[in-house]
């Protein structure tokens, strides 16, 4: 999935809240007319996260609220370009598809 596979996993004593866990293990792609109908609006990752049952449609107009949320809270909101997050998706696949050879 290109918007979370090249973030961090939750370890297991870790301790995140629904909002804290959509702002540091999930990415949107940013928004163009190209990505949004290529993706049908699942580019808005955090805010299909936050708000699982809301029309995909509706994201870009809640977009700017979410992003003004995590920033009173200090909350990250990340956006990265499509290719940006494609390269880092098939990096971190790479990655983890080798690491049993860097554990022998």
Not at 31 to 50: A, F, K, R, T
Not at 53 to 79: C, E
Request: negative net charge.
């Amino acid at each position: 999935a290109v918007s979370h596979t090249h973030l961090p996993i939750v370890e297991k004593d870790e301790h995140a809240t629904w909002v804290e866990y959509s702002a540091n293990h999930t990415t949107n792609c940013s928004p163009s007319w190209w990505c949004d109908w290529w993706m049908s609006y699942l580019n808005y990752q955090i805010e299909h996260h936050l708000f699982p049952a809301m029309p995909q449609f509706r994201h870009p107009i809640i977009a700017p609220r979410v992003k003004a949320l995590f920033n009173k809270h200090g909350l990250h909101y990340d956006v990265r370009g499509y290719f940006e997050a494609m390269a880092d998706t098939f990096a971190n696949l790479d990655k983890v598809g080798h690491a049993h050879e860097k554990a022998q």
